[in-house]
């Protein structure tokens, strides 16, 4: 079980088969009392998952509808120092042959939804409000990426990718660099001389044009892995360093301020906290500029607010941003071949929850997708998309 990652959302909307269930559950390890009463709850989640199986594939064998329940009747089988881990709920993706589990740093309501594809939405401001970013401590002896969250960060391995000024250097012309000098043969080596390699004191104007390429080559190694990323990069580094980077920099998310001075001095855990107070902020700016474009551009053409009309334009890839109502939901069909709408008001058990289904075809397009409170949006209004065209 690891904590949920940008990569692992793309897995979930890119699964679909004859029955995928998703399970979501709070959790409260600070409590005893509610670590006890945590299987309880689990457990009923797994009968109304058993409930929701029949309704939709009514025809089943129980045999296998206990087989795609298995895993999570192993969490059932965890002792209490499972529900003491630090983490607030808890996700659970269950289809044929196929299982994820994921702690979530962030409170879910319980809910249950078995369909054809995974139901995604409590996932989204995981994703933006509770943003991932991109941390990169940088000095001339060290280079590190870091993949973090407001509660994680992990290193990532990216051999492509210089780790120091010093491994720079090294193809440079040697004798710009070393010096060689005659020395007192080695005991035992009669008469023999042995080679002393140092380095020289590099020119201000040389040091300068070393950390360019050096940033230089850091970028490029960069940009093999953040190639298709949309998440903020930030620096640890010093600020001279910063500004160097910032003129070799081609990745277009890298964030405006650093985590200034030298990282080598600093635990991760300090560096992590550093990077999560500067980024925070942007996160939720960048959804009320959103949803100030959607205001001036409401009536002109470019903002939707009829569900029918947006999941058919997210599904054409032309939603470029979307907005959905916390805790609302619309159930109905989609016609992926006549791009028609039909909205259910009735619950059949084959329709698609239809603001999920908007949600997977934005992201699955490249576009953004914000949870907002219902006072953000106009009255009434479960769904919102600002277009490209």
Not at 153 to 176: F, R
Not at 342 to 364: C, G, H, Q, R, W
Request: charged content about 20%.
């Amino acid at each position: 079980m690891s904590p949920l990652r940008k990569e692992d959302v793309r897995e979930l909307i890119d699964h679909t088969g004859d029955i995928c269930v998703s399970i979501y559950m709070p959790t409260q390890p600070a409590h005893l009392e509610q670590q006890r009463a945590e299987p309880i709850r689990l457990r009923n989640l797994i009968d109304e998952a058993r409930v929701q199986i029949a309704r939709f594939t009514p025809f089943l064998r129980h045999p296998d509808v206990e087989r795609l329940l298995q895993p999570a009747h192993q969490i059932l089988a965890q002792n209490e120092e499972f529900w003491r881990e630090p983490a607030t709920g808890l996700a659970l993706f269950l289809g044929t042959d196929f299982s994820r589990i994921y702690r979530l740093p962030r409170e879910v309501e319980p809910l249950v939804m078995v369909n054809g594809r995974f139901y995604i939405r409590p996932l989204l401001p995981l994703l933006v409000e509770y943003g991932r970013f991109y941390l990169l401590t940088f000095s001339q002896k060290q280079v590190r990426l870091f993949r973090a969250s407001k509660s994680s960060m992990e290193e990532l391995d990216l051999p492509d990718m210089p780790t120091s000024l010093d491994q720079v250097l090294a193809y440079d012309d040697p004798e710009k660099q070393l010096q060689f000098h005659g020395a007192a043969g080695a005991p035992g080596a009669a008469g023999g001389r042995s080679a002393i390699f140092y380095s020289v004191d590099i020119p201000t104007n040389y040091k300068k044009e070393s950390l360019r390429r050096f940033s230089q080559q850091v970028d490029v190694g960069l940009q093999k892995y953040l190639r298709h990323e949309t998440m903020p990069l930030v620096l640890a580094c010093v600020d001279y360093l910063f500004a160097i980077y910032q003129q070799a920099n081609s990745y277009p998310h890298l964030f405006p301020i650093n985590v200034a001075g030298s990282p080598d001095r600093r635990s991760e855990s300090a560096l992590h906290e550093a990077a999560w107070n500067l980024v925070q902020p942007s996160f939720r700016q960048a959804q009320q500029e959103a949803l100030v474009r959607f205001g001036n551009l409401l009536g002109q053409g470019r903002a939707l607010t009829d569900v029918k009309r947006i999941v058919a334009a997210a599904f054409q890839g032309q939603v470029d941003t979307l907005f959905t109502a916390v805790n609302a939901q619309q159930r109905g069909f989609f016609n992926q071949s006549t791009c028609e709408v039909f909205l259910d008001e009735y619950d059949v058990p084959k329709s698609e929850e239809l603001l999920n289904l908007a949600a997977v075809y934005t992201l699955s397009n490249g576009g953004m997708v914000y949870t907002c409170q219902p006072e953000d949006l106009p009255e009434g209004i479960k769904l919102a998309a600002l277009l490209r065209f």
